[in-house]
């Protein structure tokens, strides 16, 4: 459960982040779902492991557990507060998202276009994250998202990609999209 | 300022898992240390953004700032939080730190040896972000650590190297590491 806890945080401060570069509020709302997912697994997390220690006469294990989950659920509280900027409707000034958007790790986004190899293959047999170093956090499909997509995700001709990745992949990463680079 | 804590918030949760999964202190003393840093540009953040508002009369612009600098500022009090547990002496289950090891963003270390192809190199020169995904988020170099390193910096033989990435890049990294692949 603290694992699922950690994933679901740092998708969450990537989408938050993301939101609030592309002014995005369907991402946004994304963020707050996924805090009650957070706050549920914190609360079963919690009962599992009082209920644990009793049974074990330990009280240990149960502290660590506890406290590395509220660690977490304190990140994923924060990335709320970053999306709550978007949903309530106040820009931040452009050059500001510039600067976000290309600090050390970039956030990009793109179109997969008709002949591109990323089409009609899955996350996992691309291994675009340690092939380009580009991790793909969400995709757009039509009207709706696919948030924290999985090895399994198919990725499609039209999808919108929100990726997540060094500076110096994401060109290769729009040239991947748009069909340019035939090769990952 | 704004960037520079986001980057530096992103590190100290990178560190805090190291810290964590290794029983690390030094990395752990690091985090608190980064948090001083942070502190620091936090309240010339908020200095600078209520100036700034008085002179353009505008107070827009400085909430928002001062809003995402308090949501990454809060985000490193979490990095710090998961490094008590480390500096407190109290060891997690190891099956526990396996998983988080093994969670959807590894962390791994890998020593430099004689005839690896990264030794000699600057971090900027390999790209080792973009070409295989791995982050290099400290080098422990003899005695001293090198922590967050950029892109001027150099690998030399006998580094210890940490580095965060997708669970497909791990072997690859510590191949490199080790001189069995050489090429990149």
Redesign the interface.
Known sequence: M??QM??IS?LM?DLA?SA?IFNNKEIAEEVKYLEEKIDETYYKLQEAAIERAIEEENS??A???I??A???E??S???V??AN?VLRD?E??PV?LE??KE???SITRARVREGSILANKTLGEL?L?????M?VIAIKRGNYWIFGPTENTMIKVGDILLAK??I??VN?FHNLCSGKDKKI
Chains 1, 2 share one sequence.
């Not at 994250?129 to 170093?133: D, F, I, L, R, V």
């Open positions: 603290l694992i950690k994933n740092e401060v982040y609030l240990a294990p502290l660590i557990l406290r590395l509220t660690s977490i304190a990140i509280d924060s990335a507060e970053i900027v106040i931040p000034h500001l600067s976000i600090s050390d790790i291994n994250a340690s092939e380009t170093g991790w990745g060094p110096e992949g290769h």
